[in-house]
């Protein structure tokens, strides 16, 4: 579950520039994904009408700001507060600068990362009051207005456990925490009704201790407030009061003076139980605060302040210790966390042995040797070592530029940043550095800084306090917030890192330094303050996020790791990134070495354009033959893979201009990579042997007739590229279907020199269903278009050899010259198309083998197996190899294949304990469901998800293969109850590959069947076809057939007996036909 906001709101301080900035930050999280399953319509930076509002006047601006713009929405010409009756409304205050980022204490990034977050980015602080907000602590509550602060760390477990029935007023969320840490922060004294009486700030430990619990702690004032619909409105209506309005834009457009207000102090605590009119009013400090007090005490006292302490929670406040920073960026949160904090986070780092426990890095680039010591921290820096950072140290902003003057400066306890700045028009930029134990507002006399007293640093670098503060300045005011000790410009050289760090003293200092510092402008972080340009900062920031997120790319694509690109595929889209990705994508396409590895990236390339179409522009699959790719194509077939993807992406240019376009060639390129993937899969050709044998008499029959295939578990992972990539294992057993063989094939030499193609209906004397005749090899040229005619058959003649194509010897030559005339074939299949038992792979086999065989050719079941699989590539089906081993191979067994290319296949026969096979077969039945698989595009998808490196489809692979030699433990064993287990585990499996192959009728049908079944899967990819059902009963064909006929919506089934075929698939010389030799008529056996 998640709240459904309908406005949120972001304030910040008047005069923090960046507005428009962080406008752009929350449109980007809506893009994400990070404001809940249905983002909010209104998503607003409010900027404070004044520069010292107060969290107060903040929250009223920012609640009449959401109130207008909704009554807009609604259609009303004037301000209505009818539209929060059911508004659900966030507002969320920036608050005060932040020393440690320049962008606030919201977007301070955390050491984390989402891993199922539907699109990579930086985790910012204020990203993680989202997730705490929409996901767990506003979960469940009224309409109304939540007010949080973003000044603060906090987790919240996933059942905060807040009653919100009968709820009225206003409610404050609390943390508890220990009477010590109370010392700095403010505290909620309640009654037993959990209604607050007092907001004590900063008290005394007696104060601090009345406050406690049973446990013995406190609950912690956590800058989170929640106003009821009626509350919110009582609110909004003093906006028009004198002198409230002057809180908000309209009463700056009005002229009304300014006032400061504070939420928790001036709005929430009027409705305090412990608090009276004459001492809440009182406390106000001049008379138009106290005015102000007056009003909001009419207004709100009326409504009652309870309290909701969340157990288990946690609240850090963001001060301005540096050590407090430090710690806060490098020690693990509870496990209450919603995210996964880790040490290297949106980072590449060439050598990650040199970062030691403890120590932390967001979102950099770090080159070469960059060692960095346990409680230090880097942030948004791109450095090149080799370089040493020492222990309490907080880097942050600096660009590779930097990295020459840190060679051989060792650091340790600093704070160095580098600042994007504008001084009016003139970007700049500045680097401040300061001590990990300087405090910013303690006089000099009794302040540090660089760690140690001003006095031994003006000793040590020969700077003088005059350099530093204007005579004038009154000496309670000199403090390192008003030092002017950073260099901003110099008059004829850039600035560089260079001019701070020689404030370090760490060897002699020379006397040029020391000159050149005092000549350059410099300015205190005082003046910096409010020059910072946050744009700026935010946008290299976002540069250097996708700089890492490229080495990533080439990282996971060269070293074949299980990592999805598709989330960074989806933020570099969102943030206009995605020309350097597809740039990124295509050189590693074109210089891997590795068809493998260029498939994936291809198929990445796809990804970013299917992202690029918005989910417009039609399916993702679909027909990727269009002629203007043709070239492009014809360099891949060739094994010009660099040439290829260059055409690629040459022709993509003309195919960015909208989303169909977009689609359409993302179709495309998944049509280039699955011809690499052909050529990956079809070196497994060296693993087909075939030797000469005799050649058959002119018009005798070659006949192979093969069982049906049934899969037990593992089946997916058998599936190119996933079976060389990750490794396949499949139990799958061959079967009698009704007490036959149901799939077969017959071939013979005919006089004419031409290749007759029949399909029969069901058996080897059914009625021709199909028959074509072809007399030219460009008869063929279609054998690679699965839904021509006769394109299986076809693909056969061509992957045994058996003729040439393409050749300049035309067929009729070919034919008479290496058998004296052509070829009839005859196939059949008493199963339905569609049936999930490996009819197309079988037959496949079957007619290569009888093929073989009347060429006067053997090949052994390890060679056709593998030359089906080259027969489906060729034929661009693309299947993988358990249907072929499961027909071809008799009885139980598993197939296996390895993470590793060439693609082997390697079959383990399953030995049963004596009369199990017996067992099978009286416990094993199929379900016809009467459902035809439609899903043409099913094989398309799974490859697809599995590029992605979806993390559920890695973890499902390796289910897959787990599974598989489980079930096979259990065949091993004789345990029935342990093989359904396998079954129903693997139909789960199946449904997480392919979601949506099981159909509504059929899982009716398995909820019907369910209570008399050890377990049951649909066989093959799912989507229809048979259902295999292992019965906890024997021979119940019968009593199931009673069961379904009773239930209603099935449509028309049929179930039938299965028998595990032992003997397997036989290829046999039968008679001639005594008639005309190009019909088909009576076999004899020879």
């Known amino acids: 579950m998640a709240a459904e906001w309908s406005a949120v709101l972001l304030t910040c301080r008047r005069g923090h520039g960046g507005v428009s900035a962080l406008q752009r930050e929350l449109e980007v999280r809506r893009l994400r994904g990070g404001l809940g399953p249905r983002p909010p319509a209104l998503l607003l930076a409010v900027e404070d009408p004044w520069a010292r509002l107060g969290s107060g006047g903040a929250t009223l601006n920012a609640l009449l700001v959401a109130a207008e713009h909704l009554s807009a929405r609604a259609g009303c010409t004037v301000v209505t507060a009818d539209v929060l009756r059911d508004a659900r409304i966030l507002i969320l205050h920036m608050g005060r600068d932040f020393s440690f980022d320049d962008c606030g204490r919201a977007f301070t990034c955390l050491p984390a990362e989402e891993p199922g977050a539907p699109a990579e980015a930086l985790v910012c602080n204020l990203d993680s009051l989202l997730g705490t907000l929409t996901h767990r602590l506003c979960v469940g509550s009224p309409p109304g207005v939540w007010v949080c602060s973003t000044d603060m760390l906090l987790t919240v477990p996933s059942a905060p456990g807040i009653s919100w029935d009968g709820f009225q007023g206003v409610r404050v969320i609390a943390v508890p925490g220990s009477p010590a840490y109370a010392r700095n922060h403010g505290v909620y004294l309640t009654n037993e009704q959990g209604l607050v009486h007092d907001i004590i700030y900063k008290g005394t430990e007696a104060q601090i201790q009345q406050c406690a619990g049973p446990d013995g702690t406190v609950p912690l004032v956590c800058g989170i407030v929640f106003f009821s619909s009626d509350a919110a409105e009582q609110l909004l209506a003093t906006h028009v009061i004198p002198p409230l309005d002057a809180c908000t834009y309209m009463g700056l457009d009005s002229g009304a003076p300014p006032i400061q207000l504070s939420l928790f102090f001036d709005i929430v605590l009027c409705m305090a139980g412990g608090m009276t009119e004459e001492d809440f009013v009182k406390a106000g400090g001049d008379a138009s605060v106290r005015s102000a007090r007056s009003v909001l005490w009419t207004a709100l006292r009326g409504f009652p302040l309870s309290m909701a302490c969340i157990p288990n929670a946690s609240y850090d406040y963001m001060t301005a210790s540096a050590s407090d920073h430090i710690r806060s960026l490098t020690l693990l949160p509870s496990s209450a966390s919603h995210l996964r904090f880790c040490k290297t986070a949106h980072s590449h780092v060439d050598q990650p042995c040199l970062l030691e426990d403890g120590s932390s890095v ?299 376009l977009l689609v359409r060639a993302a179709r495309h390129y998944e049509g280039a990579e699955q011809i690499l993937v052909r050529q990956a899969v079809m070196s497994s050709c060296q693993f087909i042997t075939v030797e000469q044998g005799e050649l058959p008499p002119l018009g005798h029959w070659v006949q192979a007739v093969c069982p049906a295939r049934l899969d037990l578990s593992g089946g997916w992972s058998d599936t190119p590229p996933i079976t060389y990539e990750h490794g396949g294992a499949v139990v799958d057993m061959a079967v009698l279907v009704d007490g036959c063989r149901p799939v077969g094939a017959r071939v013979r030499r005919i006089v004419q020199p031409e290749l007759r193609l029949v399909s029969l209906s069901g058996t080897p004397q059914g009625e021709v269903v199909a028959e074509l005749v072809c007399r030219e090899l460009e008869h063929l040229q279609d054998y690679c278009q699965p839904h021509a005619p006769g394109a299986l058959l076809k693909a056969a003649f061509i992957c045994t050899q058996v003729v040439q194509f393409p050749s300049q010897t035309p067929l009729r030559a070919q034919l008479m010259e290496s058998f004296g005339g052509g070829f009839e074939v005859h196939t059949w299949s008493k199963l339905p198309h569609g049936s999930g038992l490996g009819t197309s792979s079988i037959l496949a086999g079957a007619v290569m083998a009888s093929l073989y065989r009347a060429a006067g050719k053997a090949a052994s079941t390890e060679s056709l197996i593998h030359a089906v699989l080259h027969l489906e590539q060729r034929l661009t089906t693309g299947g993988g190899w358990q249907d072929q081993v499961g027909g071809l191979i008799p009885g139980i067994k598993i197939g296996r294949s390895k993470a590793q290319l060439p693609l082997r296949v390697e079959v383990e026969q399953i030995l049963v304990p004596d009369g199990f096979t017996q067992t099978l077969n009286d416990h094993l039945l199929l379900v016809y469901t009467g459902k035809t698989r439609l899903a043409r595009n099913l094989l398309q998808d799974v490859v697809r998800n599995w590029y992605a490196r979806l993390p559920s489809i890695v973890q499902n692979a390796d289910a897959l293969v787990s599974n598989a030699e489980e079930c096979a433990q259990a065949l091993r064993q004789g345990d029935l109850q342990l093989l359904g287990r396998c079954l129903d585990r693997y139909w789960q499996q199946k449904k997480c590959m392919a979601p949506g192959c099981e159909p509504l009728a059929v899982g009716r049908l398995m909820d019907a069947l369910r209570p008399h079944a050890y377990g049951q899967c649909l066989a093959g990819a799912g989507g229809g076809g048979f259902l295999c059902i292992l019965t906890k009963a024997p021979r119940q064909k019968e009593a199931l057939h009673q069961i379904l006929a009773n239930t209603e919506g099935l449509g028309n089934f049929s179930i039938h007996s299965i028998e595990v075929d032992t003997g397997g698939f036989s290829v046999e010389v039968v008679g001639c036909d005594t008639k005309d030799s190009a019909q088909p008529g009576g076999d004899r056996a020879v």
């Open 362 to 660: 967001t979102n950099c680039l770090l080159e070469g040797a960059v060692r960095l010591a346990a409680g230090s921290v880097i942030q948004h820096c791109h450095l090149q070592g080799p370089l040493e950072i020492g222990p309490g140290c907080l880097l942050s902003g600096l660009d590779v530029g930097s990295s020459p003057a840190l060679r051989g400066c060792p650091l340790r306890d600093v704070v160095l940043q580098g600042h994007h700045v504008r001084l009016r028009d003139l970007p700049c930029r500045v680097f401040t550095l300061t001590g990990r134990l300087d405090d910013w507002q303690s006089p000099v006399e009794k302040a540090t800084y660089l760690n140690v007293p001003w006095a031994e640093f003006f000793q040590r670098t020969g700077v003088r306090e005059g350099d530093l503060w204007d005579a004038e300045t009154p000496q309670r005011s000199r403090c390192l917030l008003s030092a002017r000790l950073f260099p901003v410009l110099h008059a004829r050289e850039a600035l560089g890192l260079q001019d701070v760090l020689w404030l370090l003293g760490l060897a002699t200092v020379a006397s040029e330094q020391l000159v050149c510092w005092r000549t350059a402008w410099r300015m205190s972080w005082q003046e910096l303050l409010p020059c910072l340009d946050i744009e700026a900062e935010l946008g290299a920031r976002q540069a250097l996020f996708f700089l890492q997120g490229q080495h990533k790319v080439r990282r996971v694509l060269l070293g074949c790791q299980d990592s999805s690109l598709l989330p960074l595929a989806r933020s570099a889209v969102h943030e206009g990134y995605h020309k350097a990705m597809l740039g990124t994508l295509d050189e590693v396409a074109s210089t891997a070495g590795d068809a493998g590895v260029a498939a994936r990236a291809l198929a990445c390339i796809a990804e970013v354009l299917g992202c690029m179409a918005q989910g417009e522009g039609g399916l993702r699959s679909g027909p990727a033959a269009n002629r203007e790719w043709a070239s492009a194509f014809g360099r891949l077939e060739s094994g010009d893979i660099a040439g290829g993807v260059q055409e690629l992406a040459a022709e993509r240019q003309k195919w960015m201009s909208r989303p169909a």
